[in-house]
């Protein structure tokens, strides 16, 4: 009997699906239409396409989901209505965060303004309790102190409380016991308590992290609790419901529920374990991950098959104290619109048509010239043939866009007017590439570009030559990346407790100790979510520092230890230290700061298949010759179907790759060949 695993990744545009046969190991692909209005109503559109095939629901035994929900909740300010509570005297916490700017441009403004408070002053309690820096009660919790708090904050609407106590990782019963007091003081009031949400050390970054998760957990829960619902009507009750996490890791329905901070990277977390995939099947171990989609581009470095993993980050000038996979994002994607200011001044982004009405192309209202409407424009993107052949785009339309808005302002043509739009646009994704590469250290002529996402292939390949790469690596189903990545995820759990001690002072037995415990309540976890022994795989981890320091350093740590470990642990220590910062101080005392225990569920992988030629030409995949700009010149250029063509087969630029998720631009002399896995290898300057 069949069994089908579903995967869907919610963008601006369009929500993109993969379906997989298990039995037969056959991939099949859908973009439907965005609803942003109600993200899960084009999730059950895209399910429903395969139960119109024939499949019975009961058939689907596995349903993952990149949302981006939570997400844009917090980018758009619209999560609930939250209330904070903090140790008495210490209500200055939030505001005050970490006293310093940003780094970047941040520094040179002078109009700079931190994000506003998500919870601000008129909606922040004190408690009067103290928990001692070792974990002593010092003042026990007043209760009654406590009942007239949430008193006076019955009348302000509040929806969701966070609590962050002082020292409550080390002592969590005062927060747990105001919990207790909230339910019954404000009955239906959702609960964020930081010993459980991020229980470590540094009390603005466990604050933020704490109030950002009540401010999104009861919009991401009414979410997961409506598309469950709309699951079940549709027949599909598999157990084995995920949604995608900012580790590169699924978490169950309910276990998200609970904790929505964990989700703010979830739609391109996706792309990012796909990509993993990528190194293996092509043998390149270093990547730039180029995710350009709708409304936002993301990129991320991938170093000898290895993402890069923060254990604290941004989202919009938040602090996110999580482990999340090290993705920068910038406004730049196919709805990014462009206009002429008052100056005369092209400004390209960051506001973006989205999914309505989207580019003027699309027929759907639109009039303002986006990124997609210029590649139109360009010659770039098929009429008759996007979403293969399912959407039709109007030139025309397109056309009076950049026209009406930038060329005629401008005294230019319409093409010069797109192309100029487009380079604009390639440069700031340019500079989101530099950001975590060379401005790193990182040498660019060492990486390959993978595009994905509905138009990341549009522009990889200018991209990629005009950055000195590698090359460029467009995968079989670019357009639906994030989706495929999702299918070879696993379950992953991360568990912190920081415990301040010197290394010298503690032994092989009391680290052990400490995992222990952390290691009990992940397998506990694990196996509530059914996975047996043999499926769970623990990973272990210490942070580190110099005595003094103010940062750590996440380092691996073998378990259980044995005698003479830590001499290998501390200089394990200093040879990453030494790596990241040039130099290192073996004769300082080294402590150890917070204890991490990543839980990880295996699931099936899903292995793609490969392929062999069958002696195909490359004219049996010419579909057509169209007029195409490049560089100031329109010339007649080649168009191909991806689909057709064969393992080994070439294309030299200028050329179209049209398949039905995406496009393939490839400019004068680059040359791009199909391997085994049919992933598109382009070399640049090669003709």
């Known amino acids: 009997m069949a069994q089908y695993r579903v995967t869907v990744d919610t963008g601006g545009t369009f929500s993109d699906f993969v379906y997989v046969d298990d039995e037969t190991r056959t991939v099949t692909i859908a973009k439907v239409p965005s609803t942003p209005d109600d993200p899960s109503r084009a999730i059950l559109n895209g399910v429903e396409l395969l139960l119109q095939k024939g499949v019975d629901p009961k058939d689907v035994r596995y349903f993952c989901h990149g949302t981006t929900v939570g997400t844009n909740a917090l980018l758009e300010g619209k999560g609930v209505r939250t209330g904070l509570l903090v140790t008495e005297g210490f ?92 339910a019954e003081e404000l009955p239906g009031c959702s609960v964020s308590l930081s010993s459980e949400i991020v229980p470590q050390i540094r009390e603005y970054y466990r604050l933020s992290t704490t109030a950002i998760n009540a401010y999104l957990q009861p919009i991401l829960a009414r979410y997961i609790a409506n598309l469950d619902g709309r699951l079940r009507e549709a027949g599909v ?121 989207g580019p003027a192309c699309y027929m759907r209202g639109g009039t303002q010239p986006t990124i997609t409407d210029c590649n139109v424009l360009l010659g770039y993107l098929s009429p008759d043939n996007f979403l293969g052949g399912k959407m039709k785009l109007d030139v025309s339309l397109a056309r009076e866009a950049v026209e009406s808005a930038v060329a005629r302002p401008l005294s230019m043509s319409g093409e010069d007017a797109a192309e100029g739009i487009v380079r604009i646009i390639n440069v700031k994704m340019q500079e989101a590439i530099k950001a975590i590469s060379t401005m790193r250290g990182h040498d660019l002529r060492d990486f390959m570009l993978l595009a994905f996402g509905g138009a990341g292939p549009l522009h990889a390949c200018r991209i990629a030559e005009n950055l000195g790469m590698a090359g460029v690596i467009v995968p079989l189903y670019p357009g639906v990346y994030s989706a495929m990545g999702l299918v070879m995820s696993d379950v992953k759990h991360d568990y912190i407790r920081s415990r301040m001690t010197a290394l010298a002072r503690t032994d092989e037995a009391g680290i052990n100790a400490v995992f222990a415990e952390l290691e009990k309540q992940a397998r506990k976890d694990l196996a509530d979510e059914h996975f047996p022994d043999d499926r769970v795989v623990i990973e272990h981890a210490l942070d580190m520092r110099y005595a003094g320091q103010g940062y750590e350093m996440t380092i691996p740590c073998p378990s259980p230890l044995k005698a003479g470990d830590l001499l290998t642990l501390r200089k394990a220590f200093d040879e990453e230290h030494r790596k990241t910062f040039g130099h290192t101080a073996p004769d300082e005392p080294v402590e150890i700061i917070s204890y991490r225990l990543r839980g990880v569920g295996r699931v099936p992988p899903v292995e793609l298949p490969s392929y062999e030629s069958t002696g195909a030409k490359l004219a049996d995949a010419l579909r057509e010759t169209r007029p195409c700009r490049f560089d100031g010149k329109t010339v007649e250029t080649p168009v191909y179907q991806r689909e057709r063509l064969d393992v080994g087969v070439s294309v030299t630029g200028p050329a179209i790759i049209d398949q039905l998720d995406c496009t393939t631009v490839l400019p004068p002399g680059q040359t791009a060949t199909v391997d085994t896995y049919k992933n598109l290898i382009i070399k640049i300057g090669v003709a």
């Not at 309690?125 to 009660?137: N, P, Q, S």
């Not at 978490?251 to 391109?268: C, D, I, M, N, Y």
């Open 91 to 182: 209500r200055g916490i939030y505001e005050v965060g970490e006293q310093s700017r940003p780094h970047g441009p941040a520094i040179f403004d002078i109009l700079y303004d931190k994000p506003a408070m998500l919870v601000p002053q008129s909606r922040t309690g004190e408690v009067r309790e103290r928990v001692a820096f070792d974990g002593e009660i010092l003042l026990p919790l007043d209760e009654e102190a406590l009942r007239k708090t949430l008193q006076d904050m019955k009348g302000k609407d509040i929806q969701s409380i966070a609590v962050c106590l002082l020292f409550s990782f080390l002592a969590p019963q005062h927060e747990e016991r105001v919990r207790e007091i909230i």
């Open 237 to 357: 009750e598999t157990p084995q419901k995920y949604i995608m996490q900012s580790n590169g890791g699924m978490s169950t329905f309910e276990a998200t529920a609970k904790k929505a901070v964990a989700t703010v990277l979830s739609g391109p977390a996706g792309g990012i374990t796909a990509s993993m995939h990528a190194c293996r099947t092509t043998g390149y171990q270093n990547l730039i991950t180029f995710d350009m989609g709708g409304t936002s581009c993301d990129v991320a470095l991938i170093k000898d098959g290895e993402p890069s993993v923060s254990n604290r980050g941004k989202v919009e000038g938040r602090d996110v104290a999580l482990p999340m996979i090290d993705i920068n994002t910038v406004s730049a994607g196919g709805g990014t619109l462009a206009h002429v200011d008052r100056y005369g001044e092209l400004i390209v982004g960051p506001q973006s048509a989205g999914a309505v009405p």
